[in-house]
C-alpha cells in the first residue's frame, strides 16, 4: 500500500507562484510512475505532469513552460512547482503513483494510489 499526502496549497493572485510536495511511502517516487492531477468544481479531473522512473516527464498543454514536476526520490517527495497561476488553475491538486502509468498517455485509470489532496485557489 502506498501512502501519498500532499501539503503546500493555498490562496495566491494570479501570476504569483506555489510549490506543491507531496510526501509518499518509502521508494515510492524512485518504483512508480508519479502524477499530478487537478479537479475544478463542474469539470473533469485533469492530468497536469508526470514523471516516470527515469525522470523522464510530460505535462498538459494548459501548464506546460508554466509548471515543473519533480521529485526527491531520498526524500520520497514528489513536487509541482507552479509559477504564473492563472485563476483557471483554480482546482483540487492530488498527486498519484501507478505502477502501470504512462507519462504519454496521463490516464487516472492507470493510477492505484492517490492523495487526499490540497486546495489551491488563484484569484484575479
Known amino acids: 500500500q502506498v501512502q501519498l499526502v500532499e501539503s503546500g496549497g493555498g490562496s495566491v493572485r494570479a501570476g504569483g507562484s506555489l510549490r506543491l510536495p507531496c510526501a509518499a511511502s518509502?521508494?515510492?517516487?524512485?518504483?512508480?510512475?508519479m502524477m499530478w492531477f487537478r479537479h475544478a468544481p463542474g469539470k473533469e479531473r485533469e492530468g497536469v505532469a508526470a514523471i516516470d522512473t527515469d525522470g523522464y516527464t510530460n505535462y498538459a498543454d494548459s501548464v506546460r513552460g508554466r509548471f515543473t514536476i519533480s521529485k526527491d526520490s531520498a526524500k520520497d517527495i514528489l513536487y509541482l512547482q507552479m509559477t504564473s497561476l492563472k485563476p483557471e488553475d483554480t482546482a483540487m491538486y492530488y498527486c498519484?503513483?501507478?505502477?502501470?502509468?504512462?507519462?504519454?498517455?496521463?490516464?487516472?485509470?492507470?493510477?492505484?494510489?492517490w492523495g487526499q489532496g490540497t486546495q489551491v485557489i488563484v484569484s484575479s
Open positions: 498519484a503513483a501507478g505502477a502501470w502509468g504512462s507519462i504519454a498517455t496521463m490516464r487516472a485509470d492507470d493510477f492505484s494510489y
Open positions: 518509502r521508494y515510492a517516487v524512485s518504483m512508480y510512475t
